[in-house]
């Protein structure tokens, strides 16, 4: 008996995530299991180029980065790109930075570890919300995943 295929979700997703281990579960989980287009990066500057010069369905961040934090990326991409959903997660007490992540807009949050389903349940809704909110692509910035 063949296994079934996993769903094949459709998007693109940016994860900034300097953890190695962390970074490899995101990478996993959202691109081999849930079958989105995963481009991972450990610099949130080069993030902020990347978000710049290319369409995004969604970018998923660790709170502590080097260079800024999570928080700082965010703040950078609201003002690039407005609409890109942004899915914050941390290791660290949830509360303290729960707040001050939803007061700087953050669409989601999660607590590490996350469990796979829950992770791709929120990327999926975040992608899907996103998709609604933001312009067209006159500027062709839809791009290819890395």
Known sequence: MQAAAAPQATGRILVVEDDPAAARFASYVLGERAGFAITQLTDPVVAIERVE??????????????????????????RIAPPLPFLLTTATALEPAAIRSLRRRADAFLQKPIPAQRLIAVAAALITSGRGRRPADPAGLSGSAS
Do not use: I, K, N, Q
């Open 53 to 78: 010069c290319e369409r995004w369905d969604l970018l998923l961040a660790d709170l502590d980065l080097p260079h800024m934090s999570g928080l700082d990326l965010l703040a950078s991409v609201r």
